[in-house]
């Protein structure tokens, strides 16, 4: 299955990646993994609203400063947003502290495609089904879009307008993500359901992030929801109905059904609505638990 | 493991050799046919039809053969003969001609100096259609009558295959019977999903001569087919194939990737290479039909099976195939492993505006044995018998004659049904597991030799030529197609044993018309039996030549003489003995060339009261499986887990017990795939999922535990006892596996694939249910 | 417009004519003529066309020729050395993990990346780490007891 002609450059420093952005303007796209790219590039047997063709790719896998994954003492974690999603699942500081972003990691494709695919390419592709995404966002994780000399922060909600459309103007670039620091008391959980168990796309997956006080009060709590919508969700209503409230089975419960109620699925080749809503009760309820088991672990938390 | 060596003491036969190309397979160095490549060498490509159901009002191919680097395109008008895997029923054409009858056949193709410049001529060519109502289920064929896919020999329109079979008094049979059930179940559209799509490459000499490359499993009938569509002597054709990445029946048909290069290939008068893409290869499909079954079994009250009625829509897509083939072979699907006196089938194979369906691993038996065993089941349930026990009493055994005349001369299905049950501890789990974990058990047969032969023919289905000089060593001439089940192998194992001497020192040369003698070829696990019995009466034959100058030599009797270890000698007095090769010279010496051929036929039935269903379904020997599945439910989503499957299986005399538990392992990942993930998925009449990433296959991460033995059996009437393992362990699978379902929730599954949603839909019906009550 | 680029494989200098667009699946097969690395699928679904580059598997199918430059590529060609074949390849021949083949060079492919990462895994380990290798014929079981196998044989720095 070939590929449409373009030109390729591959520069070796952020300087002339922007130079390159600047100069090819809505012509060009970066090129990371090419695991998503590449697939679209080709055309073949995928959905025809996701055909790419850039007249420029340009290869970022080069650039040494746009990799790496570094703790900044007390201001949470930074990955680089060319760092590959292997380095990320053999990474003993993201499986210390972030078990959740551990776990959505091997879930991504195959050894292959971790070995080949970064996280800045998985989040600019922003597919429905990512399974960084839903993570991310429930950590509260904010990204670096650079460009132009300059560079802004937003959140990953913010970044995700619309169906496969992110918030990045033709000449600025995804630098990187930046996952706050947990406090003692959250905890995270990522959970999907798929087919076969891998190479999926995922029917529906969550990631959650629960705060909690003591005696099993909710201080806080995010879920994201994917594969339910065109981009990644927060189930905010689901949220709201915990929050401030003491963590139960019968809480837990109520936070499900509202998270099931809060989604409007379509029915597709993988799965129905109808489906797809029951499991986002069900895996809201397993992610609540999972989280709270996280940091029932810990011996001490405010 | 048992292999019986010792108890028949072979020398060769039932080791675990490694296959001979293994290692070349593992360097990267063996070559499949898109390996292959020519000097002058063209690339050829297909441009396919985007509607279901058209007439083609023209085809204008001017600016692609234009195209700078276009060097011929082909259109169906240009080859106009139909052709078929049944030669008397063609309905295929190498490219559309007038109509296309599904989304994705081929209208025209061209080859061209690289893949760029041929896609980009497909392009330029303009087809323009009109399109028609397009059909896509069997119940819609069925009711329109506008305008048809076919149409008869006298233009009329044609629809369907019918099919009507009754044995014995099936009305009074369930008029007796004590308990009747009476079920439907539904299949889906699976395909094979072989790693290696289609490809061809052909090429003529300068004497007109064509030699094509090509993964088949029946190099004869791609012979044949060329012959017929080309216009050309079968003489002046010649078939290879090189490496071939699995077929399991996807390859037993005439591709259009075989006839278009040949035909490229002659028109440019070049070397053409015609490779698929994985999309053409689902729109290829010839894969496993869709049934829609309704089934009646009648029982005394013992639990003893007194009549089946069966009937079967199936949905053939659009062209036929294997079509009618399958339908038969369904048919006959039923009269085994269990004694079935009383039975009327009804099948209609219907033609449908999709990618044809043909024969695929188990063809015709997968889908009545997942209705047959689950209904087992709930008669057994029914009448509180034990599911081991009601399969137990009504099984077969050796020297068995069905109702539709095929005898099964060697059976050990009780005995794979006994060991099953004790090695899988099933009758202390069953019914016993906590809610969402099961057990469920199921049998199965298939044929091993197989009688049919597609079409009127009365020359031997298999012959093989072995030839042994000191200079090349000893070489065994066979027709059969080795398309990775390891078929090379089996038979220079059969003649090693033969012929005393040992594997390592046999050269197998097949799937070559233009050196191996005729073969019927791969397909409904025929090639270890009647292959088998050519190579070992080829070299029994050898054997016979060379003992008579060893008794010269050694001033013994002949009798007395045998054969191993790479010596001929007495087997009274062993040192009177002659090296294999020192004989081999004598003979020469005396003699000339040490040649010999054999050849096998399956026996010939006589017709015992109504013959019905042609030879289809008999067979000279059968295999038989029982397999235990044990399923873990996740209640809350539906999911499946297949923890475990056991495995006990007959099929006779291992010849290579690694080989045999590689075939058993691979039908067991191929069932569950159709049991659980697998489903060709239509909106409307396009495929929606010709891909491998929403086309589900199991992976490694989905595996069960697999416990499978090969239980001690020997049928003295086949070569080395062997009889078949290719086909028959997929049968019980998928409903090895639904049986578990019942037992781990308590819901019969009678449509596939059983997916989390099914699960969770029948999960919310049993607690409405349950509520009520 | 096509540029002259350097490629190593397994260890050879090669000196290839290409476009941006060509894939390394077929510089390599049709180019610099190692057919072991097979087509399968085109999409990255069935690891048929895994190689390693730097030591990582990667799908040829979904890379490009021309991204290579710089890196060492090995394909299953490069395994065995002066005709002596790799641990890995020993034991997928024994074990009778290999049937028709095709999946076979990807497999040993990807079975090597993880024993490098892994160099006593466990059977769940082998399957998730290899996971991306789609096999129609074998069942799988086979295969894993072949890499099982040959975690045991690897000579220690290789780990």
């Known amino acids: 299955m070939p590929l449409p002609a373009f030109k390729y450059c591959r520069p070796e420093s952020i300087p002339e990646l922007e130079r390159l952005l600047c100069k090819n303007k809505g012509k060009a796209k970066i090129l990371a993994g090419g695991t998503d790219l590449l697939v679209q590039m080709k055309g073949g047997t995928q959905n025809p609203a996701v055909l790419q063709h850039p007249a420029l790719l340009i290869d970022i896998g080069n650039i040494k400063a746009l990799k790496g994954i570094l703790h900044k003492d007390g201001k949470g974690i930074e990955i680089l947003a060319g760092t590959k999603i292997a380095e990320i699942e053999a990474s003993s500081l993201v499986r210390n502290k972030l078990y959740a972003l551990y776990k959505a990691v091997t879930f991504l494709g195959s050894p292959q495609v971790r070995a080949m695919a970064t996280l800045g390419g998985n989040l600019c592709n922003a597919s429905p089904c990512s399974d960084t995404v839903p993570i991310l966002m429930a950590l509260g994780s904010e990204l670096i879009i650079a460009g132009n000399n300059s560079e802004r922060r937003i959140s990953v909600e913010s970044f995700l307008l619309d169906y496969r459309m992110v918030d990045l103007k033709a000449d600025e670039y995804l630098k990187s993500v930046i996952i706050p620091e947990q406090p003692k008391a959250a905890g995270s959980a990522y959970l999907c359901r798929m087919l076969r168990r891998a190479m999926e796309i995922d029917i529906v997956n969550v990631g959650l992030w629960l705060l909690i006080e003591k005696d099993n009060g909710c201080r806080d709590i995010r879920i994201a929801l994917g594969s339910v919508a065109p981009i990644p969700m927060r189930a905010k209503e689901a949220e709201a109905s915990l929050r401030a409230q003491t963590i139960s089975e019968e809480s837990i419960q109520l936070a499900g059904d509202v998270a099931s109620r809060e989604v409007a699925p379509i029915d597709d080749v993988r799965g129905s609505a109808e489906y797809r809503r029951q499991m986002v009760k069900i895996l809201v309820m397993r992610a609540i638990k999972e989280a709270y088991s996280r940091i029932a672990n810990e011996d001490n938390w405010t | ?377 709930e008669i057994a349930l029914e009448l509180n018998i034990p599911p081991y026990e009601i399969r137990r009493m009504n099984s077969v055994e050796s020297g068995h004659t069905t109702a539709l005349n095929n005898y099964v001369r060697h059976a050990e299905y009780k005995k794979c049904l006994d060991r099953v049950v004790k090695r899988s501890g099933f009758l202390e789990k069953h019914k016993k597991l906590p809610f969402g974990k099961g057990i469920g058990l199921a049998g199965g047969h298939y044929s091993s030799g197989t009688a049919y032969t597609l079409y009127l023919a009365y020359k031997p289905h298999s012959s093989a030529i072995v030839r042994v000089e000191p200079e090349s060593g000893v070489s065994v001439y066979c027709g059969a197609a080795e398309i990775g089940q390891g078929s090379d192998m089996v038979l220079g194992m059969m003649a090693a044993e033969t012929l005393g001497i040992s594997f390592e020192d046999v050269q197998v040369y097949s799937g070559d018309t233009g050196i191996t003698p005729f073969d019927l070829g791969s397909f409904s696990s025929r090639v270890t039996v009647a292959c088998g019995q050519a190579v070992k009466n080829a070299a029994t034959e050898i054997t016979k030549q060379l003992f008579g100058v060893a008794a010269v030599a050694l001033s013994i009797q002949g009798e007395q003489l045998v054969a191993r270890d790479g010596k001929i000698f007495s087997q009274y007095e062993k040192h009177k003995s002659l090296d294999f090769w020192d004989a081999v010279k004598k003979y020469i010496a005396a003699y000339g060339p040490l040649t010999a051929s054999g050849h096998y036929t399956p026996p010939r039935r006589s017709a015992k009261g109504k013959v019905q269903g042609g030879k289809i379904g008999h067979s000279p020997t059968y295999g038989f499986t029982a397999q235990v599945a044990e399923v873990e439910v996740d209640t809350e989503t539906g999911e499946v887990r297949l923890l475990k499957m056991t495995e006990s299986g007959d099929c006779g005399q291992a010849i290579n017990p690694m080989s045999v538990e590689g075939q058993v392992e691979g039908s067991i990942v191929m069932g569950m795939g159709q049991a659980l993930f697998e489903e060709m998925v239509f909106k409307g009449n396009s495929l929606l999922n010709p891909n491998l990433h929403e086309y589900r296959i199991p992976t490694m991460m989905d595996m069960p535990e697999i416990d499978s033995e090969i239980v001690e059996s020997y049928d003295p009437e086949s070569p080395y006892g062997a009889k078949e393992c290719g086909e028959g362990p997929i049968q019980p699978v998928i409903p090895a596996i639904l049986n578990a379902l019942y037992d781990a929730i308590g819901i019969r599954f009678t449509e596939l694939p059983v997916t989390p949603e099914k699960i969770m839909a029948a999960l919310a019906g049993q607690k409405k249910e349950n509520s009520i009550e | 417009m096509k540029e002259v680029i350097e490629l190593i494989v397994n260890g050879e200098s090669h000196e290839v004519l290409v476009r941006p667009n060509d894939l390394l699946v077929d510089v390599l097969r049709d180019v610099i003529h190692l057919t072991g690395t097979k087509k399968g699928c085109g999409e990255g679904d069935c690891g048929a066309c895994t190689v390693l580059l730097d030591g990582a598997p990667a799908l040829a199918c979904l890379t490009l020729a021309i991204s290579c430059l710089g890196k060492k590529i090995e394909t299953i060609e490069g395994l065995s050395e002066n005709g002596k074949l790799h641990p890995i390849q020993e034991t997928f021949v024994e074990k009778g993990a290999i049937q028709c083949g095709f999946c076979t060079p990807g497999m040993i492919l990807s079975a090597k990346a993880l024993l490098a990462k892994n160099d006593n895994p466990t059977n769940e380990e082998i399957k998730y780490g290899m996971a991306g290798n789609l096999c129609r014929c074998t069942g799988y079981k086979k295969i894993i007891d072949a890499v099982a196998e040959a975690a045991g044989r690897l000579p220690q720095d290789e780990h």
């Open chain 2, 1 to 377: 493991m048992n292999t019986n060596r010792k108890k028949y003491d072979f020398s060769v036969i039932g080791t675990r050799v490694p296959r001979k190309d293994a290692r070349d397979k593992a360097t990267g160095a063996v070559q499949y046919t898109d390996d292959l490549k020519m000097p002058g060498m063209l690339i050829g490509k297909i441009k396919r039809s985007p509607h279901a159901h058209a007439r083609i009002h023209s085809i204008n191919t001017k600016k692609a053969q234009s195209h700078r680097g276009v060097k011929a395109v082909l259109i169906g008008s240009e080859a106009p003969t139909a052709y078929g895997i049944m030669p008397q029923l063609p309905t295929e054409f190498a490219l559309a001609v007038d109509k296309v009858r599904y989304v994705g056949e081929g209208v025209a193709a061209v080859a061209a100096l690289d893949a760029k410049s041929a896609l980009e001529a497909l392009d330029l060519i303009e087809v323009e259609y009109e399109p028609l109502t397009a059909y896509l289920t069997p119940e819609e064929a069925l009711q329109d009558t506008s305008i048809p896919l076919h149409m008869d020999n006298d233009g009329k329109p044609f629809r369907f295959y019918e099919a009507k079979q009754h044995f014995g008094d099936v009305n009074q049979a369930f008029s007796r019977s004590a308990f009747i059930l009476e079920r439907t179940f539904s299949t889906q559209n699976v395909n094979h999903v072989f790693l290696e799509p289609h490809s061809a490459l052909a090429k003529f000499d300068g004497a007109g001569k064509l030699t094509i490359w090509s993964p088949t499993q029946v190099p004869h009938y791609l012979h044949r087919t060329l012959s017929l569509v080309l216009d050309m002597p079968m003489q002046k054709i010649r078939v290879i194939l090189p490496a071939v990445g699995g077929g399991f029946g996807g390859k037993s048909e005439v591709a259009a990737s075989e006839l278009c290069a040949a035909l490229l290939a002659r028109k440019s008068g070049r070397p053409v290479k015609l490779t698929f893409e994985r999309d053409e290869v689902f729109f290829t499909n010839k894969g496993r039909h869709p049934m829609h079954l309704k089934v009646k079994i009648g029982v005394d009250e013992g639990g003893m099976i007194q009549a089946i009625d069966f009937d079967t829509l199936m949905d053939g897509g659009a062209y036929l195939g294997w079509g009618i083939v399958v339908m038969f072979y369904c048919a006959a699907m039923i009269h085994l492993p269990y004694r079935v006196e009383n039975l009327r089938f009804h099948g209609r194979r219907v033609y449908t505006n999709k990618p044809t369906c043909g024969a695929m691993r188990g063809l015709g038996g997968v889908q009545p044995r997942f209705a047959i065993e689950s209904m087992l089941d």
